[in-house]
T-cell receptor, first 113, second 110 residues
């Protein structure tokens, strides 16, 4: 099992550019979560999906953020346009129904300059 | 304001010492989890506790869930340099709304 796979591992972009972060969940895990981690705010839940359907996006900071899960094997988090305050590590995590534990990917470190 | 308050924020100890870190909240949780995160990686689940008063042991680590299910502690016996990392507690009222504390950053010096 390769675990939760995120790409890219690092992204440096200029303010105003579009950024797309990608996540491949563990096969069979029907819940997928996007988190953001910063020194100031810690880990924040942005949005989660169940069976590819967005359930709660109340943590998405602004309309500049959007997330999709077109199928059970793939999810994206897009920021358009990006701003320096979006700089953070973005994590994707998944779990299977009936289980408590989340499995996190290694994260994408985003730097917006 | 964090829903879950962790203390201490930083802890630096010598190899072989014992330590306890705390996770407190005014909210009741259906479950509480502890994770360890190393630099450049995502958090890794250590344990889940669901019953008030529950105690779980994982080798040198002992986890306790408060009777009222509002708080938890993690005790490490005879700490080793490999225990170094960021320890995060996370509470859920339902299993899809997991909220994390800010973490305790532990350094164990050889």
């Amino acid at each position: 099992d390769a675990g939760v796979i995120q790409s890219p591992r690092h992204e440096v972009t200029e303010m105003g550019q579009e950024v797309t972060l990608r996540c491949k969940p563990i096969s069979g895990h029907d819940y997928l979560f996007w988190y953001r981690q910063t020194m100031m705010r810690g880990l924040e839940l942005l949005i989660y999906f169940n069976n590819n359907v967005p359930i709660d996006d109340s943590g998405m900071p602004e309309d500049r953020f959007s997330a999709k899960m077109p199928n059970a094997s793939f999810s994206t988090l897009k920021i358009q346009p990006s701003e320096p305050r979006d700089s953070a590590v973005y994590f994707c995590a998944t779990r299977v129904s009936g289980a408590f534990g989340y499995t996190f990917g290694s994260g994408t470190r985003l730097t917006v300059v | 304001t964090q829903l879950l308050e962790q203390s201490p924020q930083f802890l630096s100890i010598q190899e072989g010492e014992n330590l306890t870190v705390y996770c407190n909240s005014s909210s009741v949780f259906s479950s509480l989890q502890w994770y360890r995160q190393e630099p450049g990686e995502g958090p890794v689940l250590l344990v889940t506790v669901v019953t008030g008063g529950e105690v779980k042991k994982l080798k040198r680590l002992t986890f306790q869930f408060g009777d009222a299910r509002k708080d938890s502690s993690l005790h490490i016996t005879a700490a080793q340099p490999g225990d170094t990392g960021l320890y995060l507690c996370a509470g859920a009222k339902d299993n899809n709304d997991m909220r994390f504390g800010a973490g305790t950053r532990l350094t164990v010096k050889p």
